[in-house]
């Protein structure tokens, strides 16, 4: 099924973030951490599609969506961030595996964030929040998506990590096997994971070595 919604509003997060508030189709549902595809409802466009993932809260009369541009790209998530409220996306079917199971570490890499956005959201609702822990890495200071909120729902237990530059503020370097040695207290809980292919293939290498069971571990397949 196929359903243009009308942008309500648009806000900055970042430099190249911003999060658009979209009508939501009656009876449309989702499970936060879940995706579906986006095109632009535009002449040429129509069937461009790519996958985002649900930001708002599961029962928020709208959706939400949190989505980068890649400038370079001069492709969809471009043509997006030059869309203005009133202007019309397409959305599908709800689909994806990324979904809450138990407390645990989620471990994102730039917008890799954002299944896990919608679930953060969720479990500081319903006061779920204890137990569980991000890891966030991002290239630059500037790149951290929502970091006001993420520090305000999960304050000691979000850890920054900055690659490319010097920071004072956060950790310096990659999310890799010194630093989750570190940082890991429990390899029985669950490992939720998303962010660029190469982070994910590493990291699934690194909990492979440190004996952490596939069972434990959630991104989408």
Known sequence: MEYPI???RIEKVTHDVKRFVCERPQGYEFTPGQATEV???KKGWEEEKRPFTFTALADAPYLEFTIKRYADHKGVTNEIHMLEPGD??????VWGTINYQGPGYFIAGGAGIT???AILRQLKKENKLDDNKL?????TEEDIIIEPELTSMLKENVIYTISDEKS???HNGYIDEKFLKENIDDYNKHFYLCGPPPMMDAIQEIFSRLGISPETIVFEL
């Open 6 to 8: 009308k942008i309500l």
């Open 39 to 41: 095109s632009i409802n």
């Open 88 to 93: 019309e996306l397409i959305v599908r079917d």
């Open 115 to 117: 299944p896990f956005i």
């Open 135 to 139: 890891f966030f890495s991002n290239k």
């Open 168 to 170: 004072s503020k956060y």
